[in-house]
């Protein structure tokens, strides 16, 4: 967005301890300016893809996660709940979000458009708070094992969080990627789940379900609606 470059909780590996990827395998993409780290569990800060893909760039992550970069990562930025970080003209604040034990952290990134990358979350006070001028929500749907403790967002809890950001699309997140190993199921179902419920409950929200290396254009979007 406006020249920035900003990557989320890249996780890039055909394995990492008991889940497996199911999808294609992720290339390490080029020119990064700053990856956004949403907590510290292992399916979300991975020091061996964050090596990748970090290089020159900023990795903003939670207060009290630096620790687990360093030696491994140069430009680490730590940051509260209502911290900001300028980035050329894009500033990324960050926000709130329900997902102990641990530190957890979701995005707004301001500039030309605004985002909300919610990293990993379940509901919360405070949630309709961000929907001021909302463009895209990134929103997480599912996980990568049997059930979804809690934490999480499943499609119907989803389409809840959907109706209090009321961005003017959402891009469903965090399913259909990895898998436990051994578990056989029906990976696309939740994004099924979600449009279909999203488009009840939420019928003025664009959703835009994206295969891996897909893409929306926002400014494309703007237009359209």
Wanted: aromatic share 4%.
């Amino acid at each position: 967005m406006d020249g920035v470059r900003l990557l989320t909780d890249p996780l890039l590996r055909s394995h990492v301890l008991h889940m497996r990827r199911v999808t294609e395998k992720a290339a390490a993409p080029e020119r990064i300016d700053a990856v956004l780290i949403s907590h510290a569990h292992y399916d979300h800060l991975d020091v061996s893809s964050l090596t990748r893909v970090a290089g020159n760039a900023k990795t903003i992550v939670p207060s009290g996660t630096g620790k687990r970069l360093v030696g491994w990562v140069d430009d680490v930025v730590e940051v509260d709940v209502g911290d900001e970080v300028a980035l050329g003209g894009v500033t990324i604040t960050a926000t709130r979000a329900e997902h102990g034990p641990g530190k957890a952290l979701g995005y707004v990134i301001r500039g030309s458009a605004q985002i909300y990358f919610a990293g990993d979350t379940d509901l919360f006070d405070g949630m309709r708070d961000l929907s001021a001028g909302l463009d895209v929500a990134l929103l997480p749907i599912a996980g990568w094992g049997p059930r979804l403790p809690p934490g999480h967002l499943d499609p119907e809890r989803a389409v809840q969080a959907l109706e209090l950001l009321g961005p003017r699309v959402v891009v469903p997140i965090h399913w259909g990627t990895y898998t436990r190993i051994g578990l056989s199921r029906d990976e696309a179902a939740p994004a099924r789940q979600f449009e279909e419920l999203a488009a009840a409950q939420a019928p003025n929200v664009a959703v835009r379900v994206l295969p891996v290396g897909g893409s929306v254009d926002i400014e494309v979007e703007a237009s359209v609606r």
